[in-house]
């Protein structure tokens, strides 16, 4: 949600105006007619970069070859991030609906998916198969936190637009979740402008801290060792397709 805020601000980059518009893979039967519709406007038809941003392409079955299809010169970017704490953030945001009533152990020792989301050097290789080298930029979310202003430069030069473009959603951070149940409720009351609004104030951390569980970000010992079990040879893989030291990611 920071990188979709961050890329619309770009005078030179047109994004459509729903973030996630999941046509590749959960409405690719409503055609490419429908999909085009999104990116209709004149300000598409001026921008050196069109796009959008669905994370769920890179691992739902038949995306990215339906996306090759569509366009093989495609641009990818792809953020990576350390596949423990994917499952746990991953958790948490579904523990209001999708997972309510079970625990983390339970999830990840039953929900192949939430695994298979997180090996992230097999779905790159996919896309390396499908897509020109040059045309994916693999990025990490440990940048994206880190080192922010450096990673848009990143990608604007991988669009071909201005790189010295400074969006004033750079410090800010968009996507937290802020009492998850209750935003549930909201948005079954069509008040989704509501959450917004409040993500975006102060008043997000003060909430958050005040809500937020001692052992939030606590993953027990044999959990963290059945994840790390799983994971660690997808990280050596990753590690080694992008040059990189991933090692924080298996302590």
Same mark, same amino acid.
């Given at each position: ?11 030179? $980059? ?25 990116? &209709? ?7 050196? #970069? ?12 038949? &995306?990215?070859?339906?996306?090759? #299809? ?24 579904? @523990? ?18 939430? @695994?298979?989301?997180?090996?992230? #050097? ?13 045309? @994916? ?6 940048? =994206? ?5 450096? =990673? ?13 473009? $400074? ?18 409720? =909201? @948005?079954?009351?069509?008040? #989704? ?9 102060? =008043? ?48």
């Amino acid at each position: 949600t920071w990188l979709y805020n961050c890329l619309k601000e770009h005078p030179d $980059i047109y994004l459509s105006e729903k973030k996630e518009l999941h046509f590749f893979d959960l409405k690719f039967d409503l055609g490419i007619d429908w999909y085009l519709e999104n990116f &209709a406007s004149e300000k598409a038809n001026y921008a050196d #970069a069109c796009g959008e941003i669905t994370p769920n392409y890179y691992q739902y079955p038949m &995306a990215l070859e339906r996306i090759a #299809a569509f366009n093989r010169d495609m641009k990818i970017i792809y953020v990576v991030r350390n596949p423990i704490d994917r499952a746990y953030s991953h958790y948490q945001l579904f @523990i209001g609906n999708h997972f309510k009533g079970k625990s983390f152990s339970e999830i990840i020792r039953t929900n192949a998916n939430i @695994i298979d989301l997180g090996m992230q #050097a097999k779905h790159l290789q996919k896309m390396q198969h499908l897509f020109k080298e040059q045309n @994916i930029l693999v990025l990490t979310y440990d940048e =994206l936190c880190d080192k922010p202003q450096q =990673l848009l430069v990143k990608v604007f030069q991988f669009l071909n637009v201005d790189p010295q473009f $400074i969006p004033t959603s750079l410090k800010t951070r968009i996507n937290r979740v802020v009492l998850p149940n209750l935003q549930q409720l =909201l @948005i079954k009351m069509k008040l #989704a402008w509501l959450i917004t609004l409040v993500k975006r104030s102060f =008043l997000a951390e003060i909430i958050k801290k005040l809500v937020k569980p001692k052992n939030i970000n606590y993953i027990n010992a044999k959990d963290k060792e059945y994840l790390q079990s799983k994971f660690n040879n997808d990280i050596d893989e990753l590690e080694a397709m992008l040059g990189i030291d991933l090692q924080h990611w298996q302590v």
